[in-house]
């Protein structure tokens, strides 16, 4: 089973919105990060955050920690038709080195 | 260097079949990593490289598959045996080294179709 899983699977949302998608996971971790993938191509890194951090900023981006919930989320703010891909919550996990796992991405679609 | 570039980035083979690809991943990192991404998922773990050395396996790698990276730079990702189960899109993402932060840096990836 995977060790992220976002939430929802997949979100439609008009230019101009905020859109929020979610991360959980199962096990302790060292950081968490989120990643975008447009349609038929390479994964983007957008930002990470450490176990001990709680929220993050990078220009329209917001991203929340909660290791007590083991959730994380992804804010989206005043979204535009270019922010139309899936995105994927990455955990490094305590122990595990270099495997990093990838939840199964949230489809998020802006309609202008 | 503008990015990790994959070659090649298409493959078309028949069952039965090895095929190989390769990954040169941006010059001055010394992490290199190797993942699978069938349609609608998130991207599967294969395996990971410290420079040379491979230090990380998936138990989902079988003996079918082997990569290398012989001098710490490109690395390659060889599929013996081919299977309709392994069409997919092969993914490689190198990052620097730890201290110099955890972000990973992906090609645009090789679809493999197995027919």
């Known amino acids: 089973s995977q060790q992220g899983e976002e939430d929802p699977q997949a979100l439609s949302i008009q230019e101009g919105e905020n859109a929020t998608m979610n991360c959980s996971y199962k096990t302790s971790i060292n950081n968490l990060q989120w990643y975008r993938q447009n349609s038929g191509r390479g994964l983007v890194h957008l930002i990470l955050?450490?176990?001990?951090?709680r929220e993050k900023h990078s220009g329209r981006l917001r991203v929340t920690l909660d290791t007590s919930k083991k959730s994380s989320s992804l804010l989206i703010t005043a979204s535009r038709a270019a922010d139309t891909a899936s995105y994927f919550c990455a955990t490094a996990v305590h122990n595990y080195g270099q495997n990093f796992v990838f939840g199964p991405g949230t489809r998020l679609s802006v309609l202008p | 260097d503008t990015g990790v570039s994959q070659d090649p980035r298409h493959k078309i083979t028949k069952r039965g079949q090895n095929v190989t690809f390769r990954c040169d991943p941006i010059s001055e990192h010394n992490r290199l990593y190797w993942y699978r991404q069938t349609l609608g998922q998130g991207p599967e773990f294969l395996t990971y490289f410290q420079n040379e050395a491979q230090l990380e396996k998936s138990r989902l790698l079988s003996d079918r598959f082997s990569a290398e990276r012989p001098k710490g730079s490109f690395s390659t990702l060889e599929i013996q045996r081919t299977e309709q189960g392994d069409s997919a899109m092969y993914l490689c993402?190198?990052?620097?080294?730890?201290?110099?932060?955890?972000?990973?840096?992906f090609g645009p990836g090789t679809r493999l179709t197995v027919l």
């Open positions: 993402a190198s990052s620097p080294k730890p201290s110099q932060g955890n972000e990973q840096f």
């Open positions: 955050i450490r176990s001990n951090e």
